[in-house]
């Protein structure tokens, strides 16, 4: 069973989330929030799948950058 998340976590995240470009935080919550594959994740974005699967990683590496590796490494 997983831990409970701490509320300043969530908050972090959250500020993180705010701090992307809004195309990698749409590809982010569409793929991580709304369980959508990343085609699904390009047509909603109008782009090439390859093009959500770039907003994803550029994401993933902020997020990492402004809330630290291990933070994103917790389930």
Do not use: N, W
Request: proline fraction near 8%; include cysteine; glycine fraction near 2%.
């Amino acid at each position: 069973m997983p831990e409970p998340r701490e509320p300043t976590r969530d908050l972090d995240l959250i500020a993180a989330l705010r701090a992307l470009p809004a195309r990698q935080r749409a590809a982010v919550a569409l793929y991580y929030f709304e369980d959508r594959p990343t085609s699904e994740v390009a047509y909603i974005l109008g782009c090439s799948e390859s093009t959500a699967t770039v907003h994803l990683h550029k994401a993933r590496r902020r997020l990492a950058d402004l809330l630290g590796q291990e933070a994103l490494d917790v389930p």
